[in-house]
Structure formats: structure tokens, C-alpha cells
């Protein structure tokens, strides 16, 4: 899984069309892999006890 560097970023607001597209797709790709691994988490967890628990349940 690539590493997503939050520090290269740019430091101002984005200000062109190109540039809002451009941090669009990059915060789309982000989210899409935070929801890969949650989704692995959760199967994870509710694999090993038969059940999820606590916060995994609820979501």
C-alpha cells in the first residue's frame, strides 16, 4: 500500500480549477484507502471472535 504524505500537501488554499480537482482526487484516493483498511480491520475482528465487539459493532 503506498504511504499518503500528508506534509507534501500544498500550504495554501487552492486557488485554480486544476488545483481543487487535483486535491479532490487525492482526498478521494485517501479515503479510499482508509475505508480498505477499516474494512480489513473489521472483517479481521469479527473473524477471529465470531462477533464484533464495542465500536465495531456499531459501525
Known amino acids: 500500500m503506498q504511504d499518503f504524505d500528508l506534509s507534501t500537501a500544498p500550504a495554501h488554499r487552492p ?18 484507502k482508509l475505508v480498505e483498511q477499516f474494512t480489513g480491520i473489521f472483517q479481521a475482528c469479527a473473524a477471529g471472535s465470531g462477533q464484533p465487539r464495542g465500536d465495531a459493532a456499531r459501525v
Open 15 to 32: 486557488t485554480t480549477r486544476a488545483e481543487c480537482v487535483a486535491l479532490i482526487k487525492r482526498m478521494n484516493m485517501v479515503a479510499d
